[in-house]
């Protein structure tokens, strides 16, 4: 499910002009937020979120926000697809749910933003607390106009580290996780309707990169899954941006991911907006993810106690997920210079069938739901 809620719980940017490239980025502002997913496998999110921008001097600013995920994980099933309301397993994101009681996570995150002309410099720190999960982070990102803020050059990076405590009689050899990232990309304007960016990032992962409640059983064992300590992971994305009929704007992502699991992921991505209106806009978005496996995955028959690895997320596996979404952006002129904004969108996310899906849920398939209300109000 981790999948699922990192693309769905993006919630939606006000829309604005996409051809300055280098529009202001301090501002005064609060946003809140509120977003429902539901899934035909028993999972329930109610997502809030309030945040805060904050300008603090004529070159500095603030962004903060914090996030509360409440997760309801009302039908669990365990590795040999028997029901039971004694099995924990990974529900949501990294967080475990159990046996139908909800979870909580509530993520703070905290940034500095520094701007002086086409230079842009931000760092900061996020934190996110689960009963049995525990994460940091911090992060930084130095972006540079040049050709009149025609060319926009980012790097950026951040550094993250977990613990697991599960919440079952479990002694895990080694309980933390640590993640490291570097990130660049280039943005270019081909003229004044149109611009692209190219973007890559490498990320290494170490530690217990397995759940620890996801398991197999078959035929005369019982395992916990059991992946490589060790991660190596690059992915490359290209993004187009235009406009080429009036109040319309067309937006297309490609991205390519490969790891030395032998993971490899192709995800294509349109969004389409239009201005109904001067103070309404309307957008449809399209989603396609395929994978293969990690070279370790086998059909789930095929296991034995002796392997060195064993998978039962089917995150791990080949499968394919579409995703369909409606939003729409409305500014209702109660306050001058229109600084009140709402967003409301709606989203269909569903994956191919898969047996592991099948084995753990239940269901051959994942299909899910998600409605996001968004209120931004500049001050």
């Not at 995150?315 to 939003?327: A, E, I, N, Q």
Request: proline share 2%.
């Amino acid at each position: 499910m981790q999948m699922i809620l990192k693309y769905l719980f993006i919630i939606l940017a006000v829309i604005a002009s996409p051809f300055k490239l280098m529009a202001e980025t301090i501002k005064d502002s609060v946003t809140f937020s509120y977003s429902y997913y539901s899934d035909n496998v028993g999972v329930e999110v109610l997502s809030p979120l309030i945040g805060l921008q904050q300008r603090l001097s004529e070159k500095w600013g603030l962004n903060a926000s914090i996030q509360v995920d409440a997760i309801s994980a009302a039908s669990m099933r365990r590795g040999s697809g028997n029901v039971t309301d004694t099995v924990i397993m990974d529900a949501v994101s990294g967080a475990s749910g159990r046996g139908g009681y909800d979870d909580l996570r509530v993520a703070p995150t905290v940034s500095f933003v520094y701007e002086d002309d086409d230079f842009l410099f931000t760092f900061g720190s996020y934190y996110s607390n689960e009963v049995d999960y525990e994460t940091i982070a911090g992060f930084m990102e130095l972006s540079n106009g040049f050709n009149d803020a025609n060319t926009i050059i980012t790097l950026g990076g951040s550094y993250e580290t977990a613990k697991w405590s599960p919440i079952m009689n479990r002694a895990l050899v080694d309980d933390s996780k640590t993640q490291r990232q570097l990130n660049a990309s280039v943005m270019q304007l081909i003229n004044d309707s149109a611009y692209v960016q190219v973007r890559g990032s490498y990320i290494v992962q170490d530690g217990f990169l397995a759940s620890p409640y996801h398991y197999l059983i078959a035929d005369g064992f019982a395992q916990f899954d059991r992946y490589p300590d060790a991660r190596n992971s690059t992915a490359v994305a290209i993004q187009y941006v235009g406009s080429h009929f009036e109040d319309t704007s067309l937006h297309l992502n490609y991205r390519y991911y490969k790891d030395d699991w032998e993971i490899r992921s192709h995800t294509l991505e349109a969004n389409f907006y239009y201005d109904m209106m001067d103070n309404l806009t309307l957008g449809a978005r399209g989603r396609y993810y395929t994978q293969d496996g990690a070279e370790f995955a086998k059909p789930i028959g095929e296991y034995s106690v002796n392997d060195d690895y064993i998978v039962s997320d089917y995150k791990y596996t080949s499968f394919d997920t579409v995703t369909m979404g409606l939003s729409c952006h409305y500014k209702p002129g109660f306050f001058e210079d229109e600084a009140l904004g709402l967003q409301l969108s709606y989203d269909y996310y569903s994956t191919d069938d898969n047996s592991y899906i099948k084995n753990w849920y239940g269901k051959s398939s994942i299909e899910a739901d998600m409605v996001t209300f968004a209120l931004t109000y500049d001050f």
